[in-house]
């Protein structure tokens, strides 16, 4: 009796049958997320040689939602494929000649789906291989961080996107060949022919992205570096395929193209090994010659003895300005840090401002003295 029920039939499928479907749909959603979270975990083992210190959650993290729609899509043919009408209904016909004779060409809805979840296997699975290349990404990162050289550091992306972008077009030429039954070599074939006019109408990307061959090859600067290139002065953030990012001072962010990286002067201030400081002071007209002579030794000698500078400071009367004498500063500061270089320049012109007032002098200021004469003949001086 229970199996006369089992094998009654509602459009084309017995009751046994929809038990099966709705069953395998029902536990495999309500259980994806565990089966998912246990499957990321065994394959994080093949990985864990890597850097055997990293934290297993980073690896599941990364590899949770891929694998979590790979087992959805799983669950989801399973369950349809026990299901037999109308997946069998024919839904595309048409006849060609094959030499000479009539050939039937049929389409069913299931093999439609069958496609279908073709299509989105691939997808998941070539998705998981991006997060897995993510992953080795972020440990040798971590590793090239370790290390002395910022060169690791700033090839380790390069090579991320270039290995992600590798994968992407190998994933879209199985899917032609897979899903759509393409020829693949025939497209390869054609790309080539066409591949000139493409060049041709992508000639900056091009240029950009063999500009950045050109900065791994030459190492003109790496990440961190402090560079100045045209109106722009600011730390290279990263080095991608078509454009490089610069924090500006202003901790804003500017993204130049890498040709213009490699074919304007750029100055790389990271790689100098002394910040040179030159300015004047301008004292009074009337400061005595011997205060003078003292406020110039006595800012050598502070210079000099300061921990950051070098000790070749030069500190000499300069010139007779037009409303001033004027004492100039040459010296050179050892820290290239930014912050640090500017605190240490901020330290020394205090400590010339209070020379000056020690030595009771004062700092000029532009002045004209204007004489008027009058009917009487005896000047008068005005300022």
Do not use: C
Not at 157 to 173: D, M, N, Y
Not at 297 to 307: C, F, P, S
């Amino acid at each position: 009796m229970n199996t006369e029920i089992f094998a009654q039939q509602f459009l084309g499928n017995s009751l046994h049958n929809y038990i099966l479907f709705a069953s395998i749909l029902i536990f495999g959603l309500l259980l994806k997320r565990i089966f998912s979270r246990l499957l990321s975990s065994l394959m994080f083992r093949l990985f864990k040689r890597l850097h055997p210190d990293t934290d297993p959650k980073i690896f599941v993290d990364l590899l949770l939602r891929p694998v979590e729609l790979l087992i959805l899509f799983s669950v989801l043919y399973l369950s349809i494929n026990q299901l037999d009408y109308p997946l069998q209904e024919v839904i595309f016909k048409r006849t060609t000649l094959v030499n000479k004779l009539p050939s039937v060409y049929e389409l069913t809805l299931i093999q439609v789906l069958d496609k279908l979840f073709l299509l989105f296997f691939i997808i998941a699975l070539f998705w998981i291989v991006l997060r897995i290349i993510d992953f080795m990404a972020y440990v040798f990162l971590y590793k090239a961080s370790l290390t002395e050289s910022k060169s690791d550091d700033q090839m380790v992306p390069f090579i991320k996107e270039l290995s992600k972008i590798i994968t992407i077009i190998f994933g879209v030429f199985v899917v032609l060949r897979a899903v759509f039954n393409l020829n693949v070599a025939t497209i390869i074939a054609g790309l080539g022919i066409g591949g000139i006019a493409v060049a041709l109408a992508a000639q900056d990307t091009l240029q950009n992205l063999l500009g950045s061959f050109t900065i791994f090859a030459d190492k003109p600067f790496v990440v961190g570096d402090l560079v100045r290139i045209d109106k722009f002065e600011g730390t290279i953030e990263k080095v991608g395929f078509r454009s490089t990012l610069l924090r500006t001072l202003d901790k804003t962010l500017v993204i130049i193209p890498n040709k213009k990286m490699v074919d304007s002067p750029l100055e790389n201030l990271s790689l100098r090994n002394l910040r040179r400081m030159k300015f004047n002071i301008s004292l009074k007209y009337d400061t005595p010659a011997d205060v003078m002579l003292k406020i110039s030794k006595q800012i050598e000698t502070y210079v000099n003895e300061h921990d950051s500078t070098s000790n070749d400071t030069l500190v000499t009367f300069d010139s007779f300005g037009e409303s001033a004498l004027n004492i100039q500063v040459l010296y050179f500061i050892e820290i290239v840090d930014y912050n640090d270089y500017m605190r240490i320049r901020q330290d020394i012109n205090y400590k010339i401002m209070q020379i000056v007032a020690e030595n009771k002098a004062e700092f000029a200021f532009p002045t004209q003295t204007v004489y008027h004469e009058y009917a009487d003949g005896k000047p008068v001086k005005g300022e």
